[in-house]
């Protein structure tokens, strides 16, 4: 049988996605639900099933030959589990198995959101070309995943490269993670807007008080919106200085609602980024934007599990 297709699931708080990708990470067929993440653990499983049925009532569903999923973590790929924070019915569950067992057995390969997001970008996206890269979600959240030696670096679990809790700040806020002064409680979306608020910014007349209007309010020439921005930028900078200076990395690619801010975002990195990247074999590194967009977690998922397959086709996904 030729399978030259590989099932892709992308995995969120907020939707539930699939498709069929090919070799070259074009997307033949979609299907999506919304999560049910207030639910328990098998309705939020009926949802995946649901996308699933799409896919394998397709006659293009004949040609898929492995599954890839990305999802929202923590995850734990050597397990088959996963226990996404904003899904509360999922905690340990088995989404290998029951996706293995909705697909007719087919291989599965599990990776974090923020690890098939890297992938997308290295594949198809701002990383292509670069054989070490850090690529990065700032967003609610701030996820990564890593590219080493030209290979996606998931780790054992599928959670390599999770820059969000690296620690910069030793005397900062408690994180949720059970940490301190984490790059994402001081860079995400909500701490951003959260930073602001709390040091004199108000919103507009629609009484917006997100991370986008925080940016609007910057480009406007706030001065506590614009700090609050670089605040973020700094723990962005000292993260990824640190992660290039343990691994060597010459590009960081953030995407994310937060990495759509543009100018008001890695104008201010860029130059703290030369304060922290300061050693002469990470002084080269670069901060480029996101090229992928919203379908970077169904490619990055197809081409995870392109990847391990010994063929052509996941020859040309490694290269």
Not at 107 to 130: F, K, M, N, S, Y
Not at 224 to 237: G, M, P, T
Request: aromatic share 2%; with cysteine; net charge negative.
């Amino acid at each position: 049988m030729h399978t030259d297709l590989v099932a892709a699931l992308d995995i969120g708080g907020t939707k539930i996605a699939g498709a069929l990708v090919d070799g070259r990470g074009r997307i033949l067929l979609r299907a999506q639900r919304a999560t049910p993440a207030q639910e328990d653990g098998d309705t939020v499983m009926g949802a995946v099933e649901e996308v699933l049925g799409e896919l394998t009532g397709s006659p293009l569903w004949n040609r898929a030959g492995t599954v890839g999923i990305g999802s929202a973590g923590p995850v734990d790929a050597s397990a088959g589990t996963v226990s996404p924070v904003n899904v509360a019915g999922w905690r340990d569950y088995p989404l290998v198995e029951r996706v293995r067992a909705a697909t007719g057995g087919l291989p599965v390969e599990l990776i974090g959101d923020g690890v098939a997001i890297t992938a997308a970008e290295h594949w198809q996206g701002a990383a292509r070309g670069h054989d070490n890269a850090l690529c990065m979600v700032v967003s609610t959240g701030v996820g990564g995943g890593l590219v080493l030696n030209g290979q996606l670096h998931p780790g054992p679990t599928g959670n390599a490269g999770h820059i969000g809790h690296i620690s910069v700040d030793l005397d900062g806020d408690a994180c949720p993670c059970g940490s301190r002064g984490c790059v994402e409680r001081i860079a995400s979306g909500p701490n951003i807007a959260r930073r602001a608020l709390e040091s004199g910014w108000r919103p507009g007349p629609d009484g917006d008080t997100s991370a986008a209007a925080v940016a609007a309010a910057a480009r406007e020439g706030d001065p506590v919106a614009v700090a609050s921005f670089e605040r973020a930028a700094k723990a962005l900078a000292a993260g990824i200085a640190a992660t290039a200076t343990l691994v060597e990395i010459d590009i960081a690619v953030i995407g994310g609602g937060v990495g759509k801010a543009g100018d008001v975002l890695f104008a201010p990195l860029r130059k703290a980024l030369a304060d922290y990247a300061t050693l002469s074999f990470v002084r080269r590194l670069t901060v480029a934007p996101a090229l992928m967009g919203t379908d970077a977690g169904l490619v990055g998922a197809a081409a995870a599990a392109l990847s391990r397959q010994p063929s052509s086709t996941a020859e040309r996904v490694a290269g």
